[in-house]
């Protein structure tokens, strides 16, 4: 069961811009809220390459003053936040390597989701440095809900949708516990999706396969019978469609949902390129919010 969850800061415009959903979630599901900031400490070889090692400044003094800076961000903003909220918000400041800090924290605390916003900067084939996001997905286990900016939260029922994308896999299904946990403290509804895509992903057009879409529906109905034994309200979705990222785009159209999950490959730099990423392109086109967790397969 989903009884708190974590937002991930950094002091930038993001933060204001994720905020607001956070807090309404925190709201609507009755969960408690933990913001923290990963402070990472200057490394001593720093000393000697910035203009602090010849002006005669003590790096770990300005290690410190930074990290008190930062606490007091990040306590002013608990704090406010709690205000709006009308309930306590636990402030953490982390120190280390983002991804490594913000799970041994998570798990630590028994945390069962990470927030974070959607930075739009990006490397030269994905191969430039590594957005909070991307560092939390590619290098941890944990569920990570990333909120683009465009994303309001469902101002009168909250979120009451949840799409859940399945290939014919053990891996894909990754995501299904994080989702049936934000469910059950939503209250929201799980789409199952599968795509019966008509075009491989060079252009190749894929023949008909006889029994292909009763295989799906069978697998679909195997996982919802199962949730719906855990009092989740469940429908199935088998659709035909040129690509996996239209078929997606097309039901979060028709069935009005509020967000996505989807289990992610953990791809990174030159190959995530050349492949291409139907989480990413899904974030960057819906404008919803896509609860990711990456499979250990």
């Known amino acids: 069961m989903l009884s ?3 937002v991930s800061l950094d002091e930038s415009d993001f933060d204001e811009q994720i ?3 956070a807090s309404a979630l925190a709201r609507s599901a009755d969960i408690a809220l933990h913001l923290a900031h990963v402070h990472v400490p200057y490394p001593p070889t720093q000393v000697m390459t910035t203009q602090y090692g010849w002006e005669g ?3 770990w003094q ?3 003053q930074d990290r008190e800076k930062e606490w007091s961000y990040l306590d002013e903003t608990a704090k406010r936040v709690s205000e709006e909220l009308g309930k306590p918000v ?3 400041l982390l120190v280390g390597e983002v991804a490594a800090a913000v799970e041994e924290y998570v798990k630590t605390h028994g945390i069962g989701l990470v927030v974070v916003g959607a930075h739009r900067h990006r490397g030269l084939l ?3 440095p590594e957005a909070v996001e991307d560092a939390l997905v590619h290098h941890t286990d944990l569920p990570v809900l990333i909120v683009p900016a465009e994303a309001g939260f469902p101002t009168e029922d ?3 949708r949840i799409l859940v994308p399945l290939d ?3 891996r894909a299904q990754t995501i299904l516990q994080p989702a049936v946990e934000l469910a059950q403290a939503t209250g929201a509804e799980l789409i199952l999706l599968h795509v019966m895509p008509t075009m491989s992903a060079v252009g190749i057009p894929v023949g008909h396969l006889p029994g292909r879409a009763d295989i799906a529906e069978t697998y679909l109905e195997g996982i919802a019978e199962g949730l719906r034994e855990r009092s989740i309200v469940v429908h199935r979705r088998v659709v035909e469609q040129t690509s996996p990222v239209k078929a997606i785009l097309d039901v979060i159209r028709e069935e009005r949902v509020d967000l996505i999950a989807l289990t992610t490959d953990g791809h990174t730099g030159l190959r995530r390129a050349l492949l291409g990423s139907v989480s990413e392109s899904v974030l960057k086109e819906s404008h919803k919010p896509v609860l990711l967790e990456r499979s250990m397969a």
Request: charged share 15%; net charge negative; aromatic share 12%.
């Open 126 to 128: 994905g191969l430039g």
């Open 168 to 170: 014919i896999s053990e």
């Open 90 to 92: 636990t402030p953490a």
């Open 158 to 160: 909250g979120i009451q």
């Open 19 to 21: 905020l607001p959903y």
């Open 4 to 6: 708190s969850f974590l």
């Open 57 to 59: 400044v003590d790096m």
């Open 62 to 64: 300005y290690d410190e």
